[in-house]
């Protein structure tokens, strides 16, 4: 097919983009899995090496199942090149090596992955980059904290585990008045959800681990954005070495394939159960953006074609009756993994935002009666009933 003919719908494009056909006539993609490419003599290797040549070398620069996983979902986040990594952190560390020096300044919003936090204040000021953490909803600190060495803003939408919605067009702006890269994690929503190109970010970065694979088999990320951009990541990643495995590649790309239809069957599941929790008599609050009483849905309705699988509600009580929801569950698997067709269900004061002094977690919105669930593909009913055994105990 032709990719470039913008007639094809996104189904046709994330089920058919990238793949050419090798001389053995398979139907599906092949897995290749070598580290290494060889030459029909020493001028083939000599002109490859040089770059005079176009053409496959070695693993960590280019590998063509890798590949078709990167025109995949270069074409579905609606951006002209993605380079692929070995996880999303690696992603989020290759554009920060890509982009920053020595001098220069980050604003990043303050609910983002916490690991990225991590990344930032341990590692990333160690290289003497300031950095700036600011409210994802509040553009007057966005504007404010920006001055000549901003560099970058980095946010999140919707964020994790209290869905709140950033405006992915005003940041962008705010950006870009101030000649900063805007960068968004797309994770939650994936490019079936949302597509911050189209808002004006300029750099979109993916945990392909969660929804991408969406059936919790493979660690991976990638980034996604314009040609001279991205040439920048792929230097980084090439010779820092944070590559994606071929077979990881080919676990994504047929995740591609299955994308929309999974995205669309987690949020329908997710709003039925929000607006269940919503109802429910042991339940104090509910943090879903398809909920028409959530602040962001209406900048959740502009940004996204729909509100995503993660639903997180807070139970009457403590520690002690999130604890005993959890673990009445039969089948909702306990685990800090999300975006997989089996649901999941994670107590973020104890694990995920374990981390965090209890003054940081109480600004952060992160109660201890808080339990963040991923909303699988099982059974709606059944996910009910799992939940219910714990919410009657109550
Ligand atoms: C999981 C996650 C990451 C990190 O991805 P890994 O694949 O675990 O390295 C980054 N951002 C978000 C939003 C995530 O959920």
Not at 126 to 140: H, I, N, P, R, Y
Not at 291 to 319: C, D, M, R, W
């Amino acid at each position: 097919m032709h990719e470039e003919d913008d007639l094809f719908g996104p189904n046709t494009l994330a089920i058919r983009t990238g793949h050419e056909r090798t001389h053995e006539g398979e139907h599906s993609e092949p897995i290749f899995l070598t580290s290494s490419f060889v030459y029909k003599n020493a001028q083939e290797a000599a002109n490859k090496f040089q770059g005079k040549e176009s053409g496959n070398v070695y693993s960590r620069f280019t590998n063509p199942t890798v590949a078709v996983f990167e025109k995949r979902l270069a074409v579905l986040c609606g951006g002209e090149r993605a380079v692929a990594t070995g996880s999303g952190m690696g992603a989020i560390l290759a554009i920060m090596m890509a982009y920053l020096k020595a001098g220069d300044h980050v604003i990043c919003s303050r609910d983002v992955f916490g690991s990225i936090v991590g990344l930032f204040e341990r590692y990333i000021r160690k290289f003497g980059v300031e950095v700036d953490f600011v409210d994802l909803t509040d553009l007057a600190q966005w504007k404010n904290l920006a001055k000549p060495n901003t560099k970058m803003f980095f946010m999140e939408s919707p964020s994790n585990p209290l869905a709140v919605i950033g405006d992915i067009q005003a940041i962008a702006d705010i950006a870009h008045q101030h000649n900063a890269l805007l960068v968004v994690d797309n994770t939650f929503c994936t490019p079936a959800l949302q597509q911050p190109i189209k808002f004006g970010a300029d750099l979109i970065v993916y945990s392909a681990t969660k929804y991408i694979d969406g059936q919790g088999r493979a660690l991976g990320g990638a980034v996604v954005g314009k040609h001279d951009l991205l040439e920048d990541v792929f230097s980084v990643v090439r010779t820092l070495g944070p590559s994606m495995s071929p077979f990881n590649a080919w676990v994504f790309l047929k995740g591609l394939e299955t994308l929309n239809l999974r995205m669309k069957a987690h949020c329908e599941g997710a709003l039925q159960i929000a607006q269940w929790l919503n109802q429910h008599e042991k339940v104090s609050k509910v943090y879903y953006s398809g909920l028409e009483t959530h602040p962001g849905h209406e900048l959740a309705k502009k940004q996204q074609s729909g509100f995503g699988g993660i639903v997180s509600f807070e139970v009457k009580g403590g520690k002690d009756e999130a604890w005993k929801v959890i673990d009445s569950t039969t089948f909702i698997s306990i685990t800090g993994n999300l975006g997989d067709v089996k649901s999941t269900i994670t107590h973020p004061a104890t694990t995920t935002h374990g981390k965090l002094s209890a003054q940081a977690q109480k600004d952060a919105g992160i109660d201890e009666s808080l339990i963040r669930l991923s909303v699988g593909l099982e059974d709606i009913h059944d996910i009910i009933r799992d939940l219910s055994r714990g919410l009657d105990l109550i």
